[in-house]
């Protein structure tokens, strides 16, 4: 199956400041790339994702970029806010599968 | 919409005893699925399904049982609790599509004694 990389595993970052989180991927038939946020207690929500024929896509102050050569993909959080601190998942899905295999998570704190 | 619903929130369990952890959608999706969550370790898929009828394993299935009798109920089973399986449990729902957005449960937070 699909082993999926995630570094760092904590991040803390000052408000306003950029935040960065890699993932890599070991099978190169996977092809959907998204990312979840998870509140302290809560439920693992998405918040961006991406397919293999895109190299980047944004939504607000967040954007997801795709390197499918080397393997990997990355979030970009900006002008980072207090409510952007959560645990964050990478996920990939291999080709005609219905499964995804996340990431070990990174804990993202934004520090006022 | 409900969405996920997911019972109990909470349980603890005696070693050897069993339960089932109820999971509920009313978003009629198709594909259904089961995670466990231990800190650090981000998502272990246990079982799957890919509608009523059909059920498979995950990366993580030993010690669990499944059933799809319904579009909208997901069952999950656990025989003989271990203390290996104290974890939190997340059950997941989605449409036809791959690329579809899983929406997740609020989870249910099981502790083996």
């Known amino acids: 199956g699909e082993n999926v990389e995630q570094h760092p595993s904590t991040l803390s970052v000052q408000e306003g400041d950029s935040a960065v989180i890699k993932c890599t991927y070991s099978?190169?038939?996977?092809?959907?790339f998204p990312w979840y946020k998870q509140e302290l207690g809560k439920r693992p929500q998405l918040i961006i994702d991406i397919r293999s024929n895109v190299g980047e896509k944004k939504d607000q102050r967040i954007a997801v970029t795709l390197n499918k050569t080397a393997k990997h993909f990355s979030l970009h959080i900006t002008e980072t806010q207090p409510e952007d601190s959560a645990v964050y998942f990478c996920a990939a899905m291999l080709f005609n599968d219905y499964k995804l295999s996340f990431g070990a998570g990174t804990t993202v704190t934004v520090r006022a | 919409n409900a969405g996920v619903t997911q019972t109990p929130k909470f349980r603890i369990l005696k070693i050897g005893q069993s339960m089932t952890l109820q999971c509920t959608q009313d978003m009629n999706h198709n594909y259904m699925y089961w995670y466990r969550q231990d800190p650090g370790m981000g998502l272990k898929l246990i079982y799957y399904?890919?509608?009523?009828?059909?059920?498979d394993k995950g990366e993580v299935p030993n010690g669990y049982n499944v059933s799809r009798s319904t579009t909208e109920d997901f069952p999950l089973r656990l025989e003989l609790a271990a203390p290996s399986q104290t974890s939190v449990y997340f059950c997941?729902?989605?449409?036809?599509?791959?690329?579809?957005?899983?929406?997740f449960g609020p989870g249910t937070r099981l502790t083996v004694l």
């Open positions: 399904s890919v509608g009523a009828g059909i059920t």
């Open positions: 099978d190169s038939a996977s092809n959907y």
């Open positions: 997941a729902s989605s449409y036809l599509s791959s690329y579809n957005e899983q929406f």
